[in-house]
T-cell receptor, first 113, second 113 residues
Framework: GAGVSQSPSNKVTEKGKDVELRCDPI?????LYWYRQRLGQGLEFLIY????????KSGLPSDRFSAERTGESVSTLTIQRTQQEDSAVYLC???????????FGPGTRLTVL | SQQGEEDPQALSIQEGENATMNCSYK?????LQWYRQNSGRGLVHLIL?????REKHSGRLRVTLDTSKKSSSLLITASRAADTASYFC?????????????FGTGTRLTIIP
């Protein structure tokens, strides 16, 4: 596709369940980012992948959060034992380098009941 | 923590008027970017200004950067109803290879027809 895609667009889950969110970056983009946005707030950095380098995981809020990326393609963000405070929109972005404008996906709205 | 702080938090103007939003940040940067977000989902990259630039134009957008004051402004001229959105500034830090793109809290702009 021409842009960054994310799936699912909406996810409702029960507290304590695990969820997996997917991001398909723009083909050829070496950099991939995950952000979290709570209602009415700014974007909170979670994790950054750049090529084959070790990812920058400094933004992950707890060990319940993890992310993987296969080469320079798809990334998955996994949240284990979800809590109500995990409810947010999770946004993925990619770029051709580690700097410059990012291309964002439409996000996944996660609701934890 | 948030690197950038936008001001004002909310702004309502009549269609056709100019809208000005300000952003302040805390640490040294490589560049500063402005994004637009509609309906709380994906962000759209608007414009990037590098740390050695003072002003940049793109269509109806004008961005200024004052690195001595660690501040930037976004001016939208001749506003339209379609400009209604949230606007975020974001900064790329100076640690090459570790760019997290830190976002501010956003300005909610409403254009009144």
């Amino acid at each position: 596709g021409a842009g960054v895609s994310q799936s699912p667009s909406n996810k409702v889950t029960e507290k304590g369940k695990d969820v997996e969110l997917r991001c398909d970056p723009i083909s050829g983009h070496t950099a991939l980012y995950w952000y979290r946005q709570r209602l009415g707030q700014g974007l909170e950095f979670l994790i950054y992948f750049q090529g084959n380098s070790a990812p920058d995981k400094s933004g992950l809020p707890s060990d319940r959060f993890s992310a993987e990326r296969t080469g320079e393609s798809v990334s998955t963000l996994t949240i284990q034992r979800t809590q109500q405070e995990d409810s947010a929109v999770y946004l993925c972005a990619s770029s051709s380098t580690g700097t410059g404008g990012r291309f964002f996906g439409p996000g996944t709205r996660l609701t934890v009941l | 923590s948030q690197q950038g702080e936008e001001d004002p938090q909310a702004l309502s103007i009549q269609e056709g008027e100019n809208a000005t939003m300000n952003c302040s940040y805390k640490t040294s940067i490589n560049n500063l970017q402005w994004y637009r977000q509609n309906s709380g989902r994906g962000l759209v990259h608007l414009i990037l200004i590098r740390s050695n630039e003072r002003e940049k134009h793109s269509g109806r957008l004008r961005v200024t950067l004052d690195t001595s004051k660690k501040s930037s402004s976004l001016l939208i001229t001749a506003s339209r109803a379609a400009d209604t959105a949230s606007y975020f500034c974001a900064t790329d830090g100076t640690n090459f290879g570790n760019e997290k793109l830190t976002f501010g809290t956003g300005t909610r702009l409403t254009i009144i027809p």
